[in-house]
């Protein structure tokens, strides 16, 4: 007498849930990274908060409209976009076998006999060589996620979605602050050029000066030399200074997804940007600011699911398997002879030179690898923002003290030129004043750069706003 189907079926279950309660979970992941209670150099009195808008902040019109020119229209946040698409199609495809998979079956098939008797493998015979045949069933198969594995591999594949999600908002803050900095950049050459004209125009009027005195016999060969190479030095400033402006302008235009030809800046002059002060909150908070970061822990997450899957490959797995259907000589009767048949299975690896063992191994180590990533995010994450605050409070201090020399620079050229045209100072004098009167006000625009640029950089540090739950 045949043994019933269903009590061995119970037994083969019963002994999956006996190994499935011996098998552990993975442990804990220990992140190892304490945030200080403080930042270092925070700026004093700040108290604006970052927000999703930080470019605003700016002041600027033309700015906001290249954002949001570089928002819609760059390739490299569509090509992020897509990878977010590849990830949810990913997820879908993991998440898929918790589920029993159903499928649906119409066949029909002519055999026919071309000569002798036949034989065991066919259905025609030397008496009735053509038989025609029609068959419909559906099929369910399933296999018992008992070890959790195919649970992981969908955990997996949805904290890969969300670090594919978060690694967009990184791009995108990328690209956002890129473009502010060249925007900055695009301005401040063009400022630096407009100097480094008036400059020339000046020390060409000085120049015409000391070709007078010349004339007259009352400035030297020397003198007169010493001012046309000064001229000379100026002029060639002025291709180097449009060579970076162009350069700026090109990047730009790059980051905007369009030829530089295309590229339309108005007519904003560098001195209308502003920068406000920022308040960088708590370095506690940075862990759900940054995406990069965010991001990074996904990453870690997944991988931590990858070794459940690879756990589970090393224990043995359980198929379900179930058909309904029907078989007939001939189609009108295909309906009329229904049947069912019912399946299980158990699959154990028992040898495989070490293969899933080495996978799981893979997976540990991959998991080691990432924990130790997410930490060094964590660390440049917070040395980002330290050196953005760093570089605020020296820039603020430089320009102080530049403001100075500027104005003092300023004064002297003027008392110089006054003096020497009047005869009381000699030509050295005015020369020497003339130098440091360009280059004071060269480095004033390239400090008031920095400090943007600064500015720009502890909003990319901070995360622009961006927040996640995790």
Known sequence: MNKPYVPSHLCVLSLCLLISACAGRPPSIDRGIVPPAAWQYAERDAAQSVN??????????????????????????????ARVRQAQASAVIAGAPLLPEVKANLTTSHQKLLRGAGGPDLDASESD???????????ASYEVDFWGGRAAARDSALHNLRASE?????????????????????????????????NLANARNVLALVQTRYDAGSATALELAQQKSLVAGQQRQLPLIAQQAEESRITLAALLGQPVQALDLGA????????????????????????????????????????????????PAITLGATLGSDAYKAIDVLRSPY???????????????RLSAERDKARARQDELLQTYRGTLING???????????????????????????????????????????????TVLETQRTLYAAQDLNVQLRLSRLQA????????????????
């Not at 019109?61 to 946040?77: G, T």
């Not at 060589?129 to 099929?139: I, K, Y």
């Not at 920022?278 to 990858?306: T, W, Y």
């Not at 917070?382 to 409070?393: H, M, P, Q, W, Y």
């Open 52 to 81: 999703a808008q930080w470019w605003t902040r700016f002041g600027s019109a033309p700015l906001n409209r290249l954002i949001e020119q570089a928002r819609r229209d760059s390739f490299d946040v569509a090509a992020a976009m």
């Open 129 to 139: 060589d053509a038989v025609n045949n029609f068959g419909a069933n559906l099929t």
């Open 166 to 198: 978060f690694d967009q908002a990184t791009v995108e803050l990328t690209l956002l602050g890129n473009v502010a900095d060249r925007y900055a950049q695009t301005l401040a050459s063009d400022q630096r050029r407009h100097i480094a004209e008036l």
């Open 268 to 315: 904003e002059p560098f001195q209308a940007l502003t920068w406000p002060s920022i308040g960088a909150g708590l370095p506690s908070q940075l862990l759900s600011r940054r995406p990069d970061i965010a991001k990074a822990e996904a990453q870690l997450a997944a991988a931590q699911a990858d070794v459940t899957v690879a756990r589970a490959a090393l224990l």
């Open 340 to 354: 069912y048949t019912l399946t299980a299975g158990l699959v154990a690896p028992i040898f495989n030179n070490g």
């Open 382 to 428: 917070f040395a980002d923002v330290e050196k953005a605050l760093s570089g605020i409070t020296r820039l603020d201090q430089q320009r102080q003290w530049q403001d100075e020399e500027l104005r003092q620079a300023q004064t002297a050229f003027q008392i110089a030129q006054q003096r020497y045209q009047a005869g009381a100072a000699d030509w050295l």
């Open 455 to 470: 500015s720009i950089a502890l909003y990319k540090a901070l995360g622009g706003g961006w927040k996640t739950d995790i």
